[in-house]
């Protein structure tokens, strides 16, 4: 099962706030065709990000939604052209953005091991570094695909 592809890579967005990230990033979700409910699904964001922040420090953030109006596991990633409050733990202003669409039926707690596979590798210095410059939505999908290829088993 492949979560991303880079229909669901922008190394540009062009965002002023958190809810605008996420509207913009839902976007990609909703048009690859993966969302039963594009509103509701942000309902569902937004609702989860209200409980506490999804800004886990090193200037990522990974707000997610486990919802009935999300068909099929995925993720999208952002890399933002200005870096924005997003309430981090550590305080610092967020440039990436993983937005986790997860269908509420799914058995066990997988946007968990999700977040767990990418938190792994995010506490490296080189990866969160290649992610920051790497040139090609392709280079952000191998690069993912392979982060994340044990943990959706």
Known sequence: MQVINEELVDLAVDADS???AISILADRINQAGRLHNHAGYIESVVERENLT????????AIP??????VKETTVAFGR???????????????GLVFLLAVPEE???DQHLKIIAGLSRKLVHQEFRDTLKQASSDREIVELLNDSLAGVLV
């Open 18 to 20: 958190k809810m605008s």
């Open 106 to 108: 799914c058995q066990g």
């Open 80 to 94: 933002l052209n200005n870096k924005i409050d997003w309430q981090s733990l550590d305080g610092e202003s967020v």
């Open 53 to 60: 922040t999804t800004g886990i420090g090193f200037g990522i």
């Open 64 to 69: 997610h939604g486990k919802s009935p109006h």
